[in-house]
């Protein structure tokens, strides 16, 4: 079982729309839990990072953690076609490093004017 | 924009040949992993470096190999390319001193391998 399972999609949605990411991960201990955005050939950005669960909010991005069913979401409100572009989620796990990234295999969006 | 850089930002070899990565990390960073990301796929780690010893390796063979200079640039190298090593390798520093975790991303080297 991966750690971390994202949708690929890929989503697309007109403008102004109410974009809902998702993904599911498998180890109960993960604590910390992160959003990154990848535009086409660029590496991936930080977007949003949360610890344990509920929610942050940041502009128009809201992040989600359900602990007790291993959800973690990504909420975008008004969203813009600057926001099309890939998005990972990702959980550290400080393990027996000093901390390594699982990645899911991110979910292509595009945001039509 | 970060301020992890790498080089080269393109690179096509063949099969069998080596090749070396650079990775600079952003200022009063110490800590530096890899990862590979393959075409439609999610980045997965290699290995990671801090005080020039390799701290942590994921599911990748001995070929895969590291470096990190005093700097705390690090370099990744590559022996006996195979066709599935075709994929944007992606550098990211993080400062453990600091007390924050997050990783912070370059811009990736794509390889391709003929």
């Known amino acids: 079982q991966k750690e971390v399972e994202q949708d690929p999609g890929p989503l697309s949605v007109p403008e102004g729309a109410i974009v809902s990411l998702n993904c599911t991960y498998s180890?109960?201990?993960?604590?910390?839990f992160m959003w990154y955005r990848q535009y086409s050939r660029k590496g991936p950005e930080l977007l949003m990072y949360t610890y344990s669960s509920g929610n942050k909010e940041d502009g128009r991005f809201t992040a989600q953690v359900d602990k007790s069913s291993k959800y973690i979401s990504l909420f975008i409100r008004d969203s813009q076609p600057s926001d099309s572009a890939t998005y990972l989620c990702a959980i550290f796990d400080r393990g027996s490093t000093l901390g390594r990234l699982y990645f899911g295999r991110g979910t292509q969006l595009t945001v039509w004017p | 924009e970060t301020g992890v850089t790498q080089s080269p930002t393109h690179l096509i070899k063949t099969r069998g040949q080596q090749v070396t990565l650079r990775c600079s990390s952003q200022s009063g960073h110490n800590t530096v992993s890899w990862y590979q990301q393959a075409l439609g796929q999610g980045p997965q780690f290699i290995f990671q470096y801090y005080r020039e010893e390799e701290n942590g390796r994921g599911n990748f063979p001995p070929r895969f190999s590291g470096l990190q200079f005093p700097n705390y640039s690090s370099e990744l190298n590559v022996n006996a390319l195979e066709l599935d090593d075709s994929a944007l390798y992606l550098c990211a520093s993080s400062a453990l001193a600091g007390g924050t975790d997050t990783q912070y991303f370059g811009p990736g080297t794509r390889l391709t391998v003929l």
């Open positions: 180890n109960s201990a993960f604590q910390y």
